[in-house]
């Protein structure tokens, strides 16, 4: 595609967004929309640079960022370490599968409960939450990206005289890399709502407390703000995680 | 006969850690798997919880199906043609970080506690999977059948329906999947936040009140919600689309 369509089909992608806002400040404009339950886009956005600038919203940002992280971290890691077990060794298969069918279509959100009495109110179970939520699509795609490995590649590789263990991490784990990563990209959006409906469940920082903090007093304007922070943060790491998968998978043909 | 009883084995092994933790922990708020089952039957044959969980599977249930009417076509169009598809793009991908029950507060500023809220934010929530998996797929089939289904005379609107809609098929069964776990997740949360009736009141004020057995029981009760309706959706998938193999066997959940 030359640059010329790709502005214009930016342009078009424009359009709606644009219409949004205009019919946003057109229902207060006039008078559809009371302005303390609607309020202005622009009165939305000046509060929102204000608030940034303030100490306390900052906390509230890197509390969630850390729970964030933290959740996030772990699920990549045990998604990728079970998944990439469960596709090399049958029988470690034969266990994770069916308990992966069971628990993947479970409504995470029901164990939060379970989890604040288990680990209290802190930033533990709101990680915990987060990692069981992002877990299962990582560990799903790595099952998927390892067990479709091209043989001939093994084969290649044994015949190289490369060691069993050594073709895990040189052959089938570079080769999953595309399907683990897309697994990361969904994991990643998911863990951003999550972490942020655990904070409004019981937090006393974070994003998700501002919003309820907001909705308890009926601040509307302070409502959006941080909704959308975190919709701006969703955005920001998962177009930092493209650029990761455009550097890591350089040498693929299409990713 | 292994493959159909190892979901089983698997619930009732975790079921067994369940318990055997909570003996280990010894702790009043962590009730023993026997316990929380024994709870069940009292939630269960209360009329007052039936009625609540007869509307959240109400509300859900419209939610779903509105959700799945509105995005199915649009998804279908986005796929088939390039102006829309990046009409709408840029829009989707500003609107998919945002947590849809996050919104519920502000949703209820505008339209009350009632159902209408509770049914929008999982009508938000079903459809952008629904959208994205219909796309996906159509944006997938094969040109040469349209131009064979063109040149036996089959108008545009005919090729949607009869060629596009059949090859999209399975994929846009896959985004529905998604979505039914994610209407469940919605559900709940939806209820958490606006405590007034459903399942999801009855699980967060049990936690409030202290009353841990109904709480665990609940999250047995919603747990084998999700598998039960997860299962139901494949059998009726396998049945509609009996000529595709399925890619994921296990759905991806979001929240």
């Known amino acids: 595609m030359n640059t010329r369509a790709v502005a214009s089909d930016l342009l078009l992608g424009l359009i709606p967004i644009a219409l949004l806002v205009a019919v946003w400040q057109a229902l207060v404009s006039f008078g559809y929309a009371p302005v303390t339950l609607l309020p202005p886009p622009g009165r939305v956005l000046a509060r929102m640079i204000e608030q940034l600038e303030t100490i306390t919203f900052q906390e509230a940002i890197a509390a969630t960022l850390f729970r964030l992280f933290a959740g996030f971290s772990i699920a990549v890691v045990l998604g990728v370490v079970v998944g990439l077990a469960a596709a090399v060794n049958p029988s470690i298969n034969a266990v994770v599968r069916p308990i992966v069918r069971v628990l993947a279509p479970l409504p995470k959100v029901a164990l939060y409960p379970a989890l604040l009495l288990l680990v209290g109110f802190g930033h533990e179970s709101k990680i915990l939450l987060v990692t069981f939520d992002a877990l299962f699509p990582i560990l799903l795609s790595t099952y998927y990206g390892a067990s479709t490995v091209e043989q001939k590649l093994i084969w290649s590789a044994m015949a190289a005289g490369t060691p069993p263990r050594q073709i895990l991490f040189k052959v089938v784990l570079p080769a999953a890399s595309p399907s683990i990563l897309t697994g990361c990209r969904i994991s990643l959006v998911i863990s951003c709502i999550v972490v942020f409906l655990a904070e409004m469940i019981t937090s006393t920082d974070g994003l998700g407390h501002v919003l309820v903090a907001a909705a308890r007093t009926f601040q509307a304007v302070d409502m959006f703000v941080p909704l959308i922070t975190i919709s701006l943060l969703g955005l920001i790491l998962n177009g930092l995680l493209e650029l990761l998968r455009t550097y890591l998978l350089r040498g693929f043909p299409e990713a | ?255």
């Not at chain 2, 776990?181 to 399942?199: D, F, K, N, P, Y």
């Open chain 2, 1 to 255: 006969m292994m493959r159909r009883a190892a979901p089983f084995l698997a619930c009732l092994g975790l079921l067994v850690i369940w318990q055997l933790a909570s003996l280990a922990l010894n702790s009043d708020s962590f009730p023993t798997a026997l316990e929380a089952i024994r709870a069940i039957p009292t939630i269960l044959g209360d009329k007052d919880s039936l009625v609540n969980f007869g509307a959240s599977l109400r509300r859900m249930a419209i939610g779903f199906a509105v959700a799945v009417a509105v995005s199915m076509p649009l998804g279908l169009l986005m796929g088939r043609s390039r102006v829309v598809a990046s009409f709408f793009n840029p829009l989707l991908m500003v609107v998919y970080p945002v947590p849809k029950a996050a919104l519920m507060p502000i949703i209820m500023l505008w339209l009350g506690v009632g159902d209408l809220a509770k049914t929008l934010v999982i009508f938000l929530g079903v459809s952008l999977p629904v959208i994205y998996h219909s796309f996906e797929g159509a944006k997938a089939v094969e040109e040469k059948m349209l131009w064979s289904g063109a040149a036996m005379g089959l108008s545009a609107a005919q090729r949607m329906v009869r060629i596009v809609l059949p090859a999209a098929l399975p994929e846009i069964l896959t985004g529905c999947r998604t979505g039914l776990v994610l209407a469940l997740i919605t559900m709940i949360t939806s209820e958490m936040i606006a405590r007034q009736s459903g399942a999801g009141n009855i699980l967060f004020n049990a936690l409030d009140m202290g009353q841990y057995d109904t709480v665990f029981a609940m999250i047995i009760i919603v747990g084998a919600m999700g598998i039960c309706l997860d299962a139901l959706f494949e059998r009726m998938r396998a049945r509609l689309v009996r000529w595709s193999e399925p890619q994921f066997d296990i759905p991806l959940s979001f929240s």
